[in-house]
Nanobody, 120 residues
Framework: QVQLVESGGGSVQPGGSLRLSCVAS????????MGWYRHAPGKQRELVAN???????NYADSVKGRFTISRDNAKNTVYLQMNSLKPEDTAVYYC??????????????WGQGTLVTVSS
């Protein structure tokens, strides 16, 4: 079994910062892509940012210049540094690991989600 454990969510005022972390554990040979999605009330889940094992990154237009994704491949960990947070960033943030290479083949794995609330 492969599990993703997220941490770092919470409440912050507009303009503040938070850092999310996600660690993958289990029988893992490699992980191609790790990233973050978010789901806000009344909206569809959307990709926030992801990063391949080779270092390529992809960001939603709404977070470019404010959020930074980084990754430690050796530790199977991905981070999301969120700066200049806005109320519209309020959502449950989910960690995602795509094409996780395991003894059972390739898997896609999701974390349980962590709530980020931006409010004054």
């Amino acid at each position: 079994q492969v599990q993703l454990v997220e941490s770092g969510g919470g409440s912050v005022q507009p303009g503040g910062s938070l850092r999310l972390s996600c660690v993958a554990s289990g029988s893992i040979y490699s992980i191609n892509v790790m990233g973050w999605y978010r789901h806000a009330p009344g909206k569809q889940r959307e990709l926030v940012a992801n990063r391949t094992s080779g270092g390529s990154t992809n960001y939603a237009d709404s977070v470019k210049g404010r959020f930074t994704i980084s990754r430690d491949n050796a530790k199977n960990t991905v981070y999301l540094q969120m700066n200049s947070l806005k109320p519209e960033d309020t959502a449950v943030y989910y960690c995602n690991a795509g094409r996780v290479f395991t003894p059972r083949g390739f898997l896609e794995v999701w974390g349980q989600g962590t709530l980020v609330t931006v409010s004054s």
